[in-house]
């Protein structure tokens, strides 16, 4: 019944972190047959909470979400790097601790590395130091 209730709960947002709509559009991408036209816009979507337009809550469980469902687009990359220098400390540990589980396989190192014209002078400083 995963596709009656992702129905009803569409439009559903939840708290501040926005917890029941990144859940839902994590179960909407994982659901074979529901909205497939849809799929590239949903995962637009969570790639925007974990941008750095939001707070570190929203982009934590939606970083979370993007790892657990394989992503590792552009964006993916970028947003992910950009969190390894954010000023909370919590937030970034978990970062770092999720880039450091990324790279593991090397084509996602290829990925991070890259794109080192793309970071910002702070993100540059800690992917020359934690890779080089």
């Known amino acids: 019944n995963r596709t009656v209730y992702l129905e009803k709960m569409d439009g559903v947002y939840g708290f501040q972190d926005k917890n029941v709509r990144q859940l839902w559009l994590a179960l909407a ?9 849809r799929k590239e816009e949903y995962l637009q979507e969570l790639l925007e909470y974990s941008g ?10 939606a970083l979370e979400y993007l790892f657990s469902m394989g992503v590792s ?33 090397e084509e996602n190192l290829e990925r991070v590395l890259s794109q080192f014209s793309n970071y ?11 890779f080089q």
Do not use: P
């Open 52 to 61: 750095k337009a939001y707070s570190f809550e929203v982009r934590q469980k």
């Open 73 to 105: 687009n552009t964006s993916f990359v970028q947003h992910l790097v950009n969190a390894c220098t954010h000023h909370y400390w919590r937030f970034r540990d978990m970062a770092r601790a999720m880039l450091d589980e990324f790279v593991k396989n």
């Open 29 to 37: 991408l994982n659901t074979s047959g529901f909205r497939e036209d």
């Open 120 to 130: 910002s002078e702070k993100e540059k400083a800690y992917i020359q130091r934690k």
